[in-house]
């Protein structure tokens, strides 16, 4: 298999433009995460999906943040408009079902807005 | 205050030598407890869970819970310079057993 796939590795962008992550989650898993990590804050949990739907985004930070998964195979965070604070890493995890409790993560993408 | 916490380090170790990290939670409810490893540059990736108090081994890692003090630790026996990376403590939280609340991470160096 070849792993949660993530687009576009680096992503440099100006304050103010629309920015659009995406994450294509292991064949067969149930659930998919969308994670952030800075130096200041660690790693956080925006928002996860239980077969497409998303059941908790508490932790997205406001509503300049959305995602969405239309298929289980493809998943979107998307950011407009972007502020500098927005840098980060953003993670995408995917997990096979509510049996298992591996996160498997996949390379992340590196966001700077300047 | 940060609900998983961890000491950020730096650990540094000689090759050979036993890592200790440790990691302690504020939610009482949690049940599932992780470590995963993170290379500089890299995603996490999971080495050890552990859901009950006491023990657990895998290799030359073993994991500690004790839940009356809320708290988590990793030992790495034999450490070698491939298990340089930072180590994060990861707690599901009371009421979901999907969500994972992160502590900062400890960088721990093993020096050869």
């Known amino acids: 298999d070849a792993g949660v796939i993530q687009s576009p590795r680096h992503e440099v962008t100006e304050m103010g433009q629309e920015v659009t992550l995406r994450c294509k989650p292991i064949s067969g898993h149930d659930y998919l995460f969308w994670y952030r990590q800075t130096m200041m804050r660690g790693l956080e949990l925006l928002i996860y999906?239980?077969?497409?739907?998303?059941?908790?985004d508490s932790g997205m930070p406001e509503d300049r943040f959305s995602a969405k998964m239309p298929n289980a195979s493809f998943s979107t965070l998307k950011i407009q408009p972007s502020e500098p604070r927005d840098s980060a890493v953003y993670f995408c995890a995917s997990q096979r079902d509510a049996n298992t409790d591996t996160q498997y993560f996949g390379p992340g993408t590196r966001l700077t807005v300047l | 205050q940060k609900e998983v916490e961890q000491n950020s380090g730096p650990l540094s170790v000689p090759e050979g030598a036993i890592a200790s990290l440790n990691c302690t939670y504020s939610d009482r409810g949690s049940q599932s407890f992780f470590w995963y490893r993170q290379y500089s540059g890299k995603s996490p990736e999971l080495i050890m869970s552990i859901y009950s108090n006491g023990d657990k081994e895998d290799g030359r890692f073993t994991a500690q819970l004790n839940k009356a003090s809320q708290y988590v630790s990793l030992l790495i026996r034999d450490s070698q310079p491939s298990d340089s990376a930072t180590y994060l403590c990861?707690?599901?939280?009371?009421?979901?057993?999907?969500?994972?609340?992160f502590g900062s991470g400890t960088q721990l160096t093993v020096l050869p």
């Open positions: 999906f239980n077969n497409n739907v998303p059941i908790d």
């Open positions: 990861a707690v599901t939280t009371s009421g979901s057993a999907r969500q994972l609340t």
